[in-house]
């Protein structure tokens, strides 16, 4: 188990690096929060964000404990963000691109 979290650990680590290469992590993260946020329109606050993305955690990962962890964290990271552009409006490949930035997941200023 130990070495489990210090895999993960040092994955979380090398994400700044691949970021500013315009890596995996700023794809993946577009995707899940583009889809993520599209789940959630019509959500009326920000809990009820939090509890349709955990949700979608759910479905989307399935047992992929790793793939969970992952999509959880987003979610840890990025609720007030997603609430933030749902109240906003605009397309969804626009508001998780801005998501993504500010959890530092791509490259950018945080617009939020």
Do not use: H, R
């Not at 509890?51 to 047992?63: A, F, M, R, T």
């Not at 609430?83 to 950018?108: F, R």
């Amino acid at each position: 188990m130990k070495t489990f979290f210090v895999a993960v650990i040092a994955a979380l680590a090398l994400t700044g690096q691949m970021v500013s290469a315009g890596g995996l992590f700023c794809g993946y993260c577009d995707s899940l929060v583009g889809a993520g946020i599209t789940y959630c329109e019509g959500a009326k606050t920000e809990t009820q964000v939090e509890q349709l993305l955990n949700k979608y955690c759910d479905e989307v990962v399935g047992s992929s404990s790793v793939g969970k962890m992952v999509c959880n964290l987003l979610v840890d990271e990025g609720v007030q963000y997603i609430w933030k552009v749902i109240q906003k409006g605009g397309t969804p490949s626009d508001e998780a691109q801005a998501v993504c930035q500010c959890i530092d997941l791509c490259s950018g200023d945080c617009s939020l």
